[in-house]
């Protein structure tokens, strides 16, 4: 069964990188860094190298971070991946890689070894979509070559491909629980796929390049978030906590399929960059606060009239 993956599994697990790497070549491992923003590797001893310096301008990083990045994970990285230059190969070098005069050692990055930056660096932008674009192969699906000027979130797969994987892990998961899903989660497949589909639909027939998805399957999709079925923090109390506290995203209703039923929801213009920061923003409070029930008591979300009083600590 193919699982989706995201950036996170590349961050946290050396094994993952490894195994990445083991699949490029430095020549290929350079095309996936130029997708993302140009690089040029100084041709030494027959190969390509970068300082840390060059590394540091490449992903907009500073140098002290760099050296932080290997130096905590210095065990993980090959032989072809790094190499520390002193004397005879420090002198031979120096003005291939553009070292300065005073210099008494350096460390040089190959393509792969600036890949595994890469995947370790995580206040980087371009090392971001650099772990997109080694996503993306490693899953097998085309190739989406990111803007650097206008960054935008991973491209998700496409339609069919996200439904297959969901039938699978149904299958699985039903196959582990003795034939029968929990019917609450069994539901909530149901309504994702049914809700994923219409959406896709509606987008052919009228050919709109609209997103509008509502905030559980926004926080789902799109930020990876696990949205509980019950507990303070579950999925109806996070469609409250957005129009409550945040309504100049939108007051936009649509029927949607909501446990076996349809429902009027509150649906967001994803689509637009500012309502998809509000909505993140939003999330992200909602899911740090240790009491959102109390707040949108204090607030009257749950009175039948009520006045909107943003009341949230």
């Not at 699949?23 to 390509?48: C, M, T, Y």
């Not at 595994?116 to 995580?122: G, K, P």
Request: hydrophobic share 40%.
């Amino acid at each position: 069964m193919s699982l989706p993956l995201n950036q996170s599994v590349l961050v946290e697990s050396p094994s993952l990188r490894t195994s990445a790497l083991s699949n490029l070549d430095d020549s290929r491992a350079q095309e996936v860094l130029n997708k993302a923003k140009a690089i040029v590797f100084a041709l030494w001893n027959g190969e390509g190298w970068a300082t840390v310096e060059q590394l540091a301008q490449y992903f907009q990083s500073s140098i002290p971070a760099i050296k932080h990045i290997y130096e905590i994970n210095s065990k993980e990285f090959q032989a072809n991946e790094t190499k520390k230059l002193t004397g005879k190969d420090l002198s031979d070098g120096r003005s291939t890689l553009g070292l300065p005069s005073r210099t008494s050692q350096a460390r040089v990055f190959s393509p792969s070894g600036t890949l595994r930056i890469a995947m370790l660096l995580t206040e980087s932008e371009i090392a971001a979509i650099v772990r997109t674009i080694i996503l993306e192969l490693i899953a097998g699906v085309p190739n989406i070559t990111p803007k650097v000027d206008i960054l935008t979130a991973p491209a998700l797969p496409p339609v069919e491909q996200r439904l297959q994987t969901l039938v699978e892990a149904m299958k699985t998961l039903a196959e582990l629980t003795g034939g029968r899903l929990n019917p609450y989660m069994e539901q909530h497949f149901q309504d994702f796929a049914a809700n994923l589909l219409a959406q896709h639909n509606q987008q052919v027939v009228i050919g709109s390049k609209e997103k509008w998805m509502g905030v559980v399957n926004f926080a789902e999709s799109e930020l990876g978030k696990k949205v509980p079925l019950s507990g303070s923090h579950y999925r109806g109390h996070l469609g409250t906590w957005v129009s409550t506290f945040y309504p100049q995203l939108g007051e936009r209703q649509e029927m949607r399929l909501v446990n076996g039923t349809q429902q009027s929801v509150y649906v967001y213009a994803c689509h637009d960059p500012i309502v998809a920061d509000g909505l993140t923003k939003a999330i992200e409070e909602f899911f740090a606060h240790p009491n959102p029930t109390a707040a949108l008591k204090i607030a009257g979300a749950f009175a039948t009239k009520k006045p909107r009083v943003i009341v949230k600590s």
